[in-house]
């Protein structure tokens, strides 16, 4: 059941293969950049709710659960529900639903960090403050949202290319 020698057909699926497997890894490159674009703006909201609202963060995110795509969405829900609802702890509740969340997206360690770390930089400061710590994560995430989108144009054209001649070469080396 193997490939025969001079098999056009198999020549293709290894093509195909080779192509898809490298779209593949251009894909989860878009899907960083969509998540870390999305959790700039969940910050940015969030910055809205605390500072012009006076919400409180639980307040904050039982809003952001309405408007939040997922994964964010339900990790949302379920931490509001268990802080403004039943009083649990907030940092505990947030690291345990959003690594929950993250588990299976294509996100670095770095980047996790940013979404995980954040009840941290917040403490139990007032609104102002509070405010003030979301507009330096805000700083980071778009300065690390420029990096992602310079490096994935070079990286996309370089590993599709090496996707194809990969393809080419398997193809030539089983004629």
């Not at 093509?15 to 894909?27: E, H, K, L």
């Not at 795509?69 to 639903?97: C, M, N, T």
């Amino acid at each position: 059941m193997g490939l025969k020698m001079g098999n056009p057909a198999g020549c293709i699926l290894i093509m195909a293969g080779c192509v898809g497997f490298t779209w593949n890894i251009c894909a989860d490159g878009e899907r960083r950049l969509s998540l870390m674009k999305q959790t700039g703006r969940i910050y940015e909201n969030m910055k809205y709710y605390i500072a012009y609202q006076k919400a409180t963060v639980p307040e904050a995110l039982g809003n952001l659960a309405q408007n939040s795509e997922e994964p964010f969405r339900g990790a949302f829900e379920k931490i509001y529900a268990e802080v403004y609802g039943e009083g649990k702890d907030f940092p505990l509740s947030w690291q345990r639903h959003m690594e929950s969340a993250l588990g299976n997206q294509p996100l670095s360690g770095k980047e996790k960090e940013f979404i995980l770390d954040f009840p941290s930089c917040l403490g139990f400061m007032e609104e102002s403050a509070q405010s003030l710590a979301l507009d330096g994560l805000l700083r980071e995430i778009n300065l690390h949202i420029e990096e992602l989108q310079k490096e994935r144009k070079d990286k996309n054209k370089m590993i599709m290319s090496l996707g194809v001649g990969a393809g080419v070469l398997i193809s030539i080396l089983l004629l």
